[in-house]
């Protein structure tokens, strides 16, 4: 009988062009429901896959630091995400929130 060895799923072997990066992230974006470190987590996946030293040179801040910030343990300031996202070539965006009528009368 052979053995089945098993290896750690890593998203970031995955994520090969900025329209894949940019999918990823507005997946996450719609899954993390106001966490903010998920999101964090998720930006430092796309960077492991760009390359994390240069995402680190492009955003200006230490590769150290950009790990840290980015494992998904802490929260991020808001502007290194804003760095981030610009070195990894991504834009966030915003659009209204249509509610349904449940939510509308929820208040």
Do not use: N, W
């Amino acid at each position: 009988m052979t053995k089945t060895v098993t290896t750690r799923y890593d998203v970031a072997e995955h994520l090969r062009t900025p329209e894949e990066m940019a999918a990823y992230l507005e997946a996450c974006l719609e899954e993390a429901d106001g966490d903010a470190a998920f999101i964090a987590k998720a930006l430092g996946d796309i960077a492991r896959a760009k390359g994390m030293t240069q995402v680190a040179r492009d955003a200006g801040v230490s590769r150290e630091s950009l790990y840290k910030a980015l494992s998904g343990e802490r929260i991020p300031g808001f502007d290194t995400i804003l760095k981030v996202t610009k070195a990894l070539g991504l834009r966030l965006h915003a659009e209204a929130a249509v509610m349904t009528e449940q939510e509308v009368s929820a208040g």
